[in-house]
């Protein structure tokens, strides 16, 4: 800048601009505005607008018409880029009450905590959930269930060949759940069931199905694999769900059969089942019901299933509990194509596109030897090795840190009694376990009257979800940098063991806080185990959200142990 006219320019820019700054900074930086911008980026979140009380920021409406309706792809997860998720806190809806206490919220619930009346329209001839006074009142009804969900389980009970109360059928999973009356109706049996059903017009099926305290989740049948492990379910049910199980070359029929377990049970009520019974009540040709039937059997015959029963509107179908039975029977049949496993790991679900194929089994020496292995009855099931780590060659590795695992989560549950009495109190319903490993927090929790939500991160170490399933209890594959398929408020106690350790380095575990904060219930309870270091990042992001943690030592294992506990008890929260 030799030119001496720049030079002046300069200067004079110069001047003007720190004349503007003396004339403007002062009121500006005193401005309210101001000084509570900076306040909300240094300390607090606020709270989101009024119209996301019931946000699920996967199962977004808004963000699922720009993907196209085939196979259902819009009702798939489609989350947003982390540079566009909410941070601010989402909000409970104007006179929201603490749920009533199980088993009491199996058959009613608060109807401002759901405020959506339109389902009991609807649905009103079916008899799904009535509106009386300030609360949902849920007699069991369902558009199969003519006579009440008691009665179709008493139905379905004599058809199976296995009682319901044998203890042979503990998983169950519910596709195109309703408002579960379903699963409602197995915990008389002590039966697990996992309800899925996407969001829909009829507005937060699942959301009621969480609020009656019952185990459910969003998901759909589309071009991805249900997040489950292969051979998870004792049984899989669907009663007028709408999936189209005979379209794609039999692509979801295929899905279902990776998922049951051998010698588990395929339940399918309504059309086109007893067609030349119910086609008239139907409405719909006899032709059309009987070519879908037709499909429908030659189908389960590639898949080894066999046909136990079939009455009024229910047929059953059982899993062969291996395919060497079966093998000589596809000599007569189109031949099944089945799936290279050295490609596909069959245990895979975590965006994992399905394919058209047959997952092989687990190798057998007989006929008479269930692939994977035999499991135990229920409750036996729960304390036995389970077969996967029976399996394991291994020299007992897994399996000795299998047995100290539930040595180790018995005592920690028996200390977070003594921490949060609410636990032994029966205040506590829907609990989710953030990264369950092999399953010993829920395996401990199991004498309350609660059910856990068993999370496993999909690139986890070890996966052992699959392990989880033959335990009998249930559980999903999850990347926790991601949000969570439920709706908000839907979990009384969050438990999260090394989980930020986990995602420290993956992604901002501040959006992982914000999502703990949107799913659980107020008045709720969350429990954080981590290293010290990693406790103290933490805890200055749930101050930021107003909760009131206290920290305390965690295990003393030895002089170098650094693990500690943040506990959050929301009842001590404003």
Not at 41 to 64: G, W
Not at 339 to 360: H, L, Q, R, V
Not at 546 to 563: I, L, N, P, Y
Request: proline residues 7%.
């Amino acid at each position: 800048m030799n030119n001496p006219c720049l030079k002046i320019l300069s200067t004079v820019l110069l001047l003007v601009s720190l004349f503007i700054y003396v004339l403007v900074a002062p009121s500006f930086f005193a401005s309210p505005h101001f000084y509570k911008h900076l306040h909300l980026q240094a300390e607090d979140f606020e709270l989101c607008p009024s119209n996301y009380t019931n946000h699920c920021p996967c199962q977004d409406p808004i963000r699922a018409r720009n993907f196209p309706k085939a196979k259902w792809f819009r009702k798939e997860r489609h989350c947003p880029e982390r540079t566009q998720r909410l941070r601010c806190l989402i909000p409970t809806p104007p006179n929201y009450q603490t749920p009533f206490p199980w088993p009491k919220s199996k058959v009613t619930a608060w109807f401002s905590n759901v405020p959506f009346p339109k389902l009991v329209e609807y649905k009103k001839s079916q008899n799904w959930v009535r509106l009386e006074g300030d609360r949902f009142v849920f007699p069991g009804g369902g558009t199969s269930f003519t006579e009440g969900a008691n009665a179709y389980i008493h139905a379905l009970n004599r058809l199976l060949p296995v009682s319901l109360k044998s203890g042979d059928i503990r998983t169950v999973l519910d596709v195109g759940c309703g408002v579960a009356s379903f699963g409602a109706s197995l915990t008389d049996y002590d039966i697990l069931t996992m309800s899925l059903a996407p969001s829909d017009e009829h507005q937060s099926q699942v959301q009621f199905a969480l609020e009656r305290g019952l185990p459910a989740m969003l998901g759909v049948l589309s071009t991805h694999r249900l997040t489950f492990p292969s051979r998870s379910f004792d049984m899989v049910h669907c009663s007028r769900c709408l999936v189209p199980w005979t379209d794609y070359d039999g692509l979801y029929l295929r899905e279902i059969d990776r998922i049951l377990r051998p010698g588990g049970f395929w339940v399918l009520s309504g059309p086109p089942i007893n067609w030349r019974v119910n086609y008239k009540a139907w409405e719909t040709e006899p032709q059309v019901l009987e070519k879908e039937q037709n499909v429908l059997e030659n189908l389960a015959k590639q898949l080894c299933w066999e046909k136990v029963a079939e009455k009024d509107q229910i047929a059953v179908w059982q899993k062969r509990i291996d395919r060497i039975s079966c093998m000589k029977k596809f000599q007569t049949l189109r031949s099944p194509k089945f799936c290279n496993s050295s490609e596909s790991d069959p245990d895979a679900g975590w965006y994992t596109k399905m394919t058209p194929c047959i997952f092989p089994l687990p190798d057998v020496k007989n006929v008479h030897e269930v692939s994977g292995g035999v499991l135990e009855k229920w409750p036996t099931r729960l304390k036995s090795v389970p077969p996967r780590i029976r399996n394991e060659n291994d020299d007992d590795f897994t399996l000795k840190a299998y047995t100290k695992d539930n040595r180790t989560w018995k005592r920690r549950v028996s200390d977070y009694g003594v921490m949060l009495k609410s636990i032994s109190s029966g205040k506590y319903r829907n609990v989710m376990d953030m990264n369950a490993g092999f399953g010993g927090f829920a395996a401990a929790m199991v004498k309350y009257p609660i059910w856990v939500m068993n999370v496993v991160p999909f690139d986890a170490k070890s996966s052992n979800l699959g392990i989880i399933y033959e335990r009998g209890l249930i559980g999903t594959y999850m990347d926790w940098c991601e949000p969570f398929s439920t709706y908000p408020r839907t979990y009384d106690l969050i438990h999260a063991s090394g989980i930020f350790s986990m995602y420290m380095d993956k992604c901002d575990i501040s959006d992982i806080v914000l999502e703990m904060h949107r799913i659980v219930r107020p008045k709720g309870a969350v429990i954080i185990r981590d290293e010290k270091d990693v406790i103290v990042k933490v805890k200055e992001i749930t101050d930021k959200i107003r909760w009131k943690g206290t920290v305390v030592a965690g295990d003393q294992d030895g002089t170098f142990h650094s693990e500690m506990i943040l506990l959050i008890d929301l009842n001590d929260t404003d």
